[in-house]
């Protein structure tokens, strides 16, 4: 019976010990903290969005680290093997806006708790509070070692997760692992991360969120991201759904460095001229009003006086003073609020980490490292990364699947 050992108990590291259990393997599941799915027990805001219904192009479309490396692991276990599976558990699931999958009970705890119990019950030989702390290759066998002792094992898989949010155990020693078998590891960023500004009027504006605009990053004049949707002044910058969608474009960009501008289309779906002749409408029905006073219905009033200011218009001038090249330029600000990215916050706030162990290195059939055989590796360790909407915790099960089923192979 083969012997695998597998290094970190989050969605890659259970999927992958319930795969190589399944083939008849011993496994055995190192996990640092004191309970397995730490990070997945805080995924979706609690609620834990699973997957995507999404075709498998989709998915692959969604990962711009690396996507095109996971078409085998999807072909070998796709979203609906997932479901399926979780469903044969006993796990009840919904679909939401843009495919996400979620728990019907949106419950990450649930999940986290279906999967020990899995783990159990297939007999994985689970090791809490045990860190890795080396991994070493002997002839045919692997030892890793821990606080504790030393385990050896056939094959052994690495799923240690990336450097996003090291209070649920992911603080990158799995890098560390890699690197001391030979194994590249490519730069490490933030991704899925809001950005600092320059400016300090988004923190006089935090809580404040914004729906229905278009926010684009740009460098040297030349646009290298934009976004549609909903975002959030915060205390340090700008947050919410389509500026870490733009955080992790930038994660992938090489002339993405920093500082950059940001431009805030707040009226996306009008043109310039419909927009002017809204702006005008407005004006002339509060034509005896300040202008800062006159543009309640077209704008929330917290954001007035920074718009008008981009504008060159002082808020306390009559609206019927204005001119005519004034409101062009109030309608340019309106359509392009700008402010300067200073950069992103650290990566321990990240959703998830970009770069990583090169694929370059890695059988994208197996998981299987093509330096030293029968050392896989699996999830965010990976040099891979996906927007939000469930495409990150697919590719780590898929790839911690793959990896358990090729490790329990016998020769
Ligand atoms: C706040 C937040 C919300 C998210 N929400 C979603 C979501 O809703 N949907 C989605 O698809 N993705 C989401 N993600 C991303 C997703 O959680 C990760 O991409 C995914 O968990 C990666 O799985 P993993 O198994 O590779 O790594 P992890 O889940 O990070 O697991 C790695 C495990 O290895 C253990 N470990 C590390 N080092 C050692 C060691 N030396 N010895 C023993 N054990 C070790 C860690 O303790 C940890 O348990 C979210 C991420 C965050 C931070």
């Known amino acids: 019976m083969k012997h695998v050992i597998i290094i970190g108990a989050g969605a890659a590291g259970i999927m992958a010990a319930l795969a190589a259990a399944g083939q008849g393997a011993s496994v055995t599941l190192l996990e640092k903290n004191n309970i397995v799915g730490k990070k997945m027990g805080i995924t979706g805001k609690g ?42 558990w006993g796990l009840e699931t919904k679909v939401e806006r843009g495919g996400r999958v979620f728990p019907q009970s949106d419950s990450a705890i ?79 960023k933030p991704s899925l991360i809001p950005f600092t500004t320059k400016e300090t009027w988004p923190h006089a504006l935090s809580g404040l969120s914004l729906r229905n605009v278009e926010a684009s990053l740009w460098k040297r004049g030349k646009m290298l991201a934009s976004q549609f949707g909903e975002m959030l002044f915060t205390h340090f910058g700008v947050s919410g759904p389509i500026i870490l969608m733009l955080s992790a474009a ?42 800062e006073n006159a543009m309640k219905d077209l704008l929330p009033q917290r954001l007035i006086p920074i718009v008008l200011e981009q504008a060159g218009i002082d808020g306390r001038c009559q609206v019927n003073q204005i001119s005519r090249e004034q409101r062009q330029d109030l309608v340019d600000s309106l359509q392009a609020l700008t402010l300067t990215i200073t950069g992103t916050r650290p990566i321990e706030e990240a959703i998830v980490t970009a770069g990583g162990v090169s694929v370059r290195e890695i059988n994208p059939k197996t998981m299987e490292s093509k330096l030293t055989p029968r050392l896989y590796f699996a999830g965010e360790v990976m040099d891979i990364d996906a927007y939000t909407g469930g495409y990150n915790l697919q590719a780590a099960f898929s790839t911690g699947y793959v990896a358990g089923m090729a490790a329990a192979k016998e020769e």
């Open 110 to 188: 649930e999940v986290r708790k279906l999967l020990y119990d899995r783990l159990c019950r297939v007999g994985v030989h689970i090791r809490l509070n045990e860190a890795a702390t080396a991994v070493q290759r002997w002839g045919d066998t692997f030892a890793v070692r821990t606080q504790a002792g030393q385990y050896e094992g056939d094959a052994c898989i690495i799923t240690t997760g990336g450097m996003s949010y090291p209070v649920t155990g992911s603080s990158g020693d799995g890098y560390g692992f890699a690197k001391s078998l030979g194994h590249a590891v490519t730069e490490l």
């Open 47 to 88: 609620r834990c969005n699973l997957t995507n219904a999404c075709a498998m192009d989709e998915f692959v479309a969604h990962t711009p680290g690396n996507g095109k490396f996971l078409y085998s692991a999807y072909g070998q276990f796709s979203n609906e093997n997932l479901l399926d599976l979780l469903h044969q």
């Open 250 to 291: 930038a994660a992938h960009k090489k002339q993405c460095q920093y500082p950059m501008q940001l431009r805030i289309n707040l009226k996306p779906a009008l043109s310039k001229e419909t927009l002017d002749q809204r702006v005008q409408r407005d004006f002339q029905k509060y034509i005896r009003k300040e202008a």
